[in-house]
């Protein structure tokens, strides 16, 4: 609890940046909670400020950290395989991740991915909430358990709000789904097609709804 406070603390010290790129700035330095002493950098979130879609993720993994950029690594070449089927272009929407930061346990040479906790994904908030502000994205996929509690500040697993678009305070819609690295973990090869079709059909109904939301 005392470290959850100092963090805060540390982030209070914050100044509201006035644009994305701002934000982005700031957020290269972020110490907020203590998620970048193992981490190289942070990796911000990339895409349009004009795209209507916005993709979030758990927090960037061992190639992201290196490249500084989200979804680069074997989780993104799902995600791209994913995109390309419900025929969504990857520079059109804005792909981002809950935590900025790789949180990993050093293990002899490797890094052992480490999932955030609540306390850490309630604290990069500020940076999530600031992207969805000046991006404005008709619709946010979250995809897993840690995006839809960066997005709604609550925890709620994916099978309570999949295939049901919800409403959120700022006037766009959450879309839950899975977090691409749940089919690579998949043992079964047919089970894990017939989820990267639930996958897809899930990318299909945020295309559908920001068009919606276009048309209204
Ligand atoms: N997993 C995520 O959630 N985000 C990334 O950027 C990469 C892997």
Redesign the pocket.
Same mark, same amino acid.
């Given at each position: 609890m005392r470290d959850l406070f100092e963090a805060t603390e540390r982030g209070s010290l914050q100044p509201e940046p006035r644009s994305l790129a701002e934000t982005r700035r700031l957020a290269a330095a972020c110490t907020r909670c203590d998620l970048y002493r193992n981490a190289t950098q942070t990796?911000f979130g990339e895409g349009p400020i004009s795209a209507r879609i916005m993709l979030v @993720? %758990?927090? *960037? !993994?061992d190639k %992201?950290d290196i490249a500084g950029r *989200?979804?680069? @690594?074997p989780? !993104?070449q799902v995600l791209d395989r994913a995109l390309d089927a419900a025929g969504i272009e990857r520079k059109a929407i804005f792909l981002t991740?809950g935590v900025k930061h790789f949180k990993n346990e050093p293990r002899g040479r490797k890094r052992l991915h480490k999932r955030p906790d609540p306390g850490e994904i309630d604290i990069c908030r500020w940076w999530l909430d600031l992207e969805r502000k000046f991006v404005h994205p008709a619709v946010i996929v979250a995809? @897993?358990a840690t995006a839809i509690r960066s997005v709604t500040g609550r925890s709620a697993t994916v099978s309570s709000l999949r295939g049901r678009p919800t409403g959120l305070p700022d006037g766009g819609t959450l879309i839950a789904t899975i977090? *691409?690295?749940y089919l690579l973990r998949m043992p079964d090869r047919s089970l894990a097609d017939a989820e990267f079709g639930h996958f897809v059909a899930d990318l299909k109904l945020a295309v559908r709804t920001a068009e919606g939301d276009r048309a209204a």
């Open positions: 990796v @993720g %758990e927090q *960037p !993994g %992201e *989200p979804f680069v @690594g989780a !993104g991740n995809l @897993g977090h *691409p690295s």
